[in-house]
């Protein structure tokens, strides 16, 4: 069993489909009768409505394992327990007890370009060593 999470992207506005995400994993963690190591956490990452900005659903293993009707309608992905001080780290619904799964430290995600992105970032500075060399020149 592990970590699931799935993002989304984060908007002042209240999103439908984190309601209901929230909604199946109520009604899940009641029908299952509030079972022990189940728990949903959110986390933000950037400034909402700003490009790049995601607010994040993570389920711990036992609600990963508890609530199919989630993994039915959305796309999680396997992950590694989020961080608790992880920006705008909540816990959202289930065993109080899962927050001390929470890893201690948050690191950054690493973002890699795509190889396009590279190709024209290394055309950039090819272009800015020219210029630079042409004023140079004169």
């Not at 590279?118 to 500075?125: H, M, V, Y």
């Not at 090819?126 to 140079?136: H, K, L, P, S």
Request: include cysteine; aromatic fraction near 8%; charge should be negative.
């Amino acid at each position: 069993m592990s970590w699931h999470k799935i993002e989304f992207p984060s908007t002042t506005e209240t999103n439908p489909d984190v309601v209901n995400i929230g909604k199946l994993a109520t009604d899940a963690f009641l029908r299952e009768d509030k079972p022990q190591g189940f728990g949903m956490f959110h986390a933000k990452r950037g400034i909402p409505d700003q490009p790049g900005a995601i607010l994040i659903v993570y389920l711990s293993p036992v609600a990963s394992e508890k609530c199919p009707e989630i993994f039915e309608s959305y796309t999680l992905e396997p992950c590694e327990a989020p961080a608790r001080d992880e920006q705008d780290m909540a816990w959202v619904l289930g065993d109080p007890w899962t927050k001390i799964l929470l890893r201690e430290w948050f690191v950054e995600p690493v973002l890699r370009l795509t190889a396009e992105e590279e190709e024209l970032a290394a055309a950039e500075q090819a272009q800015t060593e020219e210029a630079q060399q042409a004023q140079g020149a004169s």
